[in-house]
């Protein structure tokens, strides 16, 4: 790792030369009433919050959700489910338009479309004060030509996706969370927030 032209290291901490990403920290933990009461361990910190979202549409009347199939470190079996955008460790507000898909769109969806919008807390262990903005959009039933020449990648929300993309019914997604290791923790989060009324 130390041969990482980009990274730096001191004595308290490792990242990024432009303080982009993450960086690495060292915590002590003390709590009481448990097995260990104290200890040490490296963290993750990320620099900016995240961007976890479902792009959801009617298909023969029954919601879907646009799944991508998502390499990421650390995945047991190579790729996972996850949520149609999904920029965690990467500053999204500084990606060239057009680069990940349906990001653009998801940032600048019609109020009317955004369901859900809340900064969550992600879960603790090995990731210190990590933040993402979890949304959820719903696409009108048919395309609209203005939003089709603005956005790129909007029109394959109506025609195909990109190849490790799926449309997927929400029991479908709840069917694969039955087991481990197929839909990630991004994904698991947002189907959470899905009423079922």
Known sequence: MKSLDEW????????HRHKNFFRVIPVRVEIENREVQ???QP????VQDGLCAFVCRKINGILHV??????????????ELAPTVQTITGNYRT?????IPFLDYVLEA?????????????EGGRFYQEQN???IVILPDQASKELEETFPFYSDLYGELPENYIWMTINQVIDFMRFNNFVNIQARSLVAAISFS
Not at 43 to 46: A, E, F, I, Y
Not at 110 to 122: F, G, K, N, R
Request: charged letters at 20%; a negative charge; aromatic letters at 8%.
């Open 8 to 15: 730096v290291y001191t004595d308290s901490e490792i990242y």
């Open 38 to 40: 104290s200890w040490s």
């Open 95 to 99: 990606t060239s338009r057009g680069k």
């Open 110 to 122: 019609p109020q009317e479309q955004i369901v859900y919008d809340t900064l969550q807390s992600e």
């Open 133 to 135: 903005r979890n949304m």
């Open 43 to 46: 963290m993750v910190q990320p």
């Open 66 to 79: 646009a799944m991508q199939l998502k390499l990421e470190c650390g995945n047991h079996d190579v790729v």
